[in-house]
């Protein structure tokens, strides 16, 4: 079975600071991995995904992700945030043709 | 990827009463997923429905409570019943495609 945590509930940041969101997942079998954006009252909406090849995966609105199985991390960064960017991130795994867990979820504020 | 069409997008219902939720994707799936977010909180996947078969639910969910149909490989209900208060959240659909995984666009419920 897999699993994934989010260690951050919260992370305030400055706008145009970098950011980066921490995701650990666990899973006994090889992994697919995303993370979705929320914004206030709207649907779930894709930023990335790691399903094989390059362990550098760049995503949407700027951000990327680095999938470390030493680790079992897939932190999403990126480098210069925007007001914009406020909303809740998601971290979810899939063993792949299966069920798609999701994290807690960390709620990124970004500061003018 | 897919598009899934999700019905109704609200509602607000008495407390003991039941109501079914429609998801129509565009094209024929093995898996259909629903999910469950509650206010402030993750989603967290109440059952996977494949066609032909009974639904496979999640450890707090049970049948009796959260009935899935699934006629089809384009087509699946869930229903929340005898709801009360508790049952106040968002619940969305989901598959699974070459891409990644699609979500409906979310039924918000509100038992009052």
């Known amino acids: 079975a897999q699993s994934v945590t989010q260690l951050d509930s919260q992370v305030p940041v400055f706008e145009e600071a970098p950011v980066e969101l921490r995701c650990n997942y666990s899973?006994?079998?090889?992994?697919?991995l995303f993370w979705y954006v929320q914004y206030p009252n709207q649907g779930l909406q894709l930023l990335l995904k790691?399903?094989?090849?390059?362990?550098l995966v760049k995503g949407i609105n700027g951000f990327e992700a680095e999938f470390n199985k030493s680790q079992t991390s897939f932190h999403l960064r990126k480098p210069s945030v925007h007001i914009s960017d406020t909303a809740e991130y998601f971290c979810?795994?899939?063993?792949?043709?299966?069920?798609?867990?999701f994290g807690t979820g960390t709620r990124l504020q970004v500061f003018p | 990827s897919a598009v899934i069409s999700q019905k109704p997008s609200r509602d607000i219902c008495q407390r003991g009463t039941s109501l079914t939720i429609q998801c129509q994707v565009d094209s024929q799936v093995t898996m259909m997923f629903w999910y469950r977010q509650q206010p402030g909180q993750s989603l967290t996947l109440i059952a996977t429905a494949n066609q032909g078969s009974e639904a496979t639910y999640e450890s707090g969910f049970v049948i009796d409570k959260f009935p899935i149909s699934r006629p089809n490989l384009t087509f699946s209900t869930l229903t929340v019943s005898n709801m009360s208060p508790e049952d106040s959240s968002i619940y969305l659909c989901?598959?699974?495609?070459?891409?990644?995984?699609?979500f409906g666009s979310g039924t918000r419920l509100t038992v009052v």
């Open positions: 989901s598959v699974e495609g070459l891409d990644g995984y699609t």
């Open positions: 979810a795994v899939s063993g792949g043709a299966d069920k798609l867990i």
């Open positions: 790691y399903l094989s090849g390059s362990t």
């Open positions: 899973s006994s079998v090889s992994v697919y």
